[in-house]
Structures are given as structure tokens and as C-alpha cells.
């Protein structure tokens, strides 16, 4: 089952910053927050993943709230080669390793 | 290194027949993982290995599927007696235990479709 819930369509301005929210409010505390994104007809890339405090990369960062219930990802200057779907997911322990529960993600259109 | 190689890239086949999906990981990764993805839906998992041993299969891989690692390298899934339901795209993923990066990469997927 989802422990993720985002809003199923967004879209940004080229060059704009793109701000992709999710809710995870059943998140336990050593589960992470990871982001993934997935263009049509490839395979889910990586972007970035956090457990409490703000990430950057080359990417995108990553803001988690204080109480760990939400999170929003932030490509600073929106491309047109960001459009795809974005999955925001949360990261569960098994045996030994992790597995990723993924929601049914975002779709960002970026406009030129 | 290619990353994360799965063949066939698409495999079209009729009800009831048996299908094999091979999946190559990044070189160095002792961990593979199967997931499974149907239209419209994220990525749904389906099992795990950590060198040849599965660890963990999920509730959705019936009696039907069966996945293999034998010496820690390449896997497969096979699918038995194909039901139209198996239609899916079916994706594979590989981590390291070592380093600082412990992200999944995925390949491109197998898309299965059963007419």
C-alpha cells in the first residue's frame, strides 16, 4: 500500500522553479524519503533522498518538514527535459535491505 | 559499464504460455530487486536477492512467478501459465551494500503483454 500521496498533474514555465509536493504523514522514523522520476518508456531514475534534514545535489533539493509528515521537491530551473513523471516514495527496512513503496507520482509538464 | 541491462526490451505472448525475463545488474551490486508496473501506476515490488539468496518476496508474486539468481549475478523471472493480468511492465533494479550510495538503479523494463 502507498504511503504517499501527490497531486497527479503539475506544470512550471521553463526556467522556473518547479515545486512538487508530497504528503507521507504515516512515515515511521527510520523510513527515508526518496525521490525518483521516470520519463516515458524508461526505467525509474534517482534524484535525491532525505530522512530529516534538507538535501541538495546537482539535481533538485529536497525539504522535509520538522514533523516529518510532508515534503517538497524543488527543481531550481526547470528544463524542458524535466518533464516526466515524479515519484515521491518512502523507503521501508525488510531483511537485510529496503524496498521502495512508490505512489502514482506526479506528472510535471514543463512549458517552454 | 551500461547500468542496470534487462532483455527482452518487449515481449508479446499468448495466454497460458510460459515466459523468462533476464535481468543483468550494475557489476559491482550484490543486491537486485524485481518490480512490477502497470499502467498509469507506480512501481509496485515484487522480490529481492542479495547475492544468490531471495530474501524477501512480496504477497503479489504468486505461485506462478518464479525468480532466480543463481551465482549472484544475472536473474531471472519466469512467469507461468501467462493470464492477461500478467500484462505489466516488468522492471528490475540493483543496489550496493557498500560506499555512500545505496540508491536503487533501475533498467529500462520489460514490457510483457498476454492477447
Known amino acids: 500500500d502507498a504511503k504517499t500521496t501527490q497531486p497527479p498533474s503539475m506544470d512550471c514555465a521553463e526556467g522556473r522553479a518547479a515545486n512538487l509536493p508530497c504528503n507521507h504523514s504515516?512515515?515511521?522514523?527510520?523510513?527515508?524519503v526518496y525521490w525518483y522520476r521516470q520519463i516515458h518508456s524508461q526505467g525509474p531514475q534517482y534524484i535525491i533522498h532525505?530522512?530529516?534534514n534538507n538535501e541538495t545535489n546537482e539535481m533538485a533539493s529536497l525539504i522535509i518538514t520538522e514533523d516529518r509528515k510532508s515534503s517538497t521537491l524543488i527543481l531550481p530551473h526547470a528544463t524542458l527535459r524535466d518533464t516526466a513523471v515524479y515519484y515521491c516514495?518512502?523507503?521501508?527496512?525488510?531483511?537485510?535491505?529496503?524496498?521502495?513503496?512508490f505512489g502514482s507520482g506526479t506528472r510535471l509538464l514543463v512549458r517552454p | 559499464d551500461t547500468g542496470v541491462s534487462q532483455n527482452p526490451r518487449h515481449k508479446i505472448t499468448k495466454r497460458g504460455q510460459n515466459v523468462t525475463f533476464r535481468c543483468d545488474p550494475i557489476s559491482e551490486h550484490n543486491r537486485l530487486y524485481w518490480y512490477r508496473q502497470t499502467l498509469g501506476q507506480g512501481p509496485e515490488f515484487l522480490t529481492y536477492f542479495q547475492n544468490e539468496a531471495q530474501l524477501e518476496k512480496s504477497r503479489l508474486l504468486s505461485d506462478r512467478f518464479s525468480a532466480e539468481r543463481p551465482k549472484g549475478s544475472f536473474s531471472t523471472l519466469e512467469i507461468q501459465r501467462t493470464e492477461q493480468g500478467d500484462s505489466a511492465m516488468y522492471l528490475c533494479?540493483?543496489?550496493?551494500?557498500?560506499?555512500?550510495?545505496?540508491?536503487?538503479?533501475f533498467g529500462q523494463g520489460t514490457r510483457l503483454t498476454v492477447v
Open positions: 516514495i518512502v523507503r521501508v527496512p525488510m531483511d537485510s535491505s529496503y524496498k521502495l513503496i
Open positions: 533494479a540493483s543496489s550496493w551494500t557498500g560506499g555512500r550510495s545505496t540508491e536503487a538503479f
Open positions: 532525505g530522512l530529516k
Open positions: 504515516t512515515i515511521s522514523g527510520n523510513e527515508y
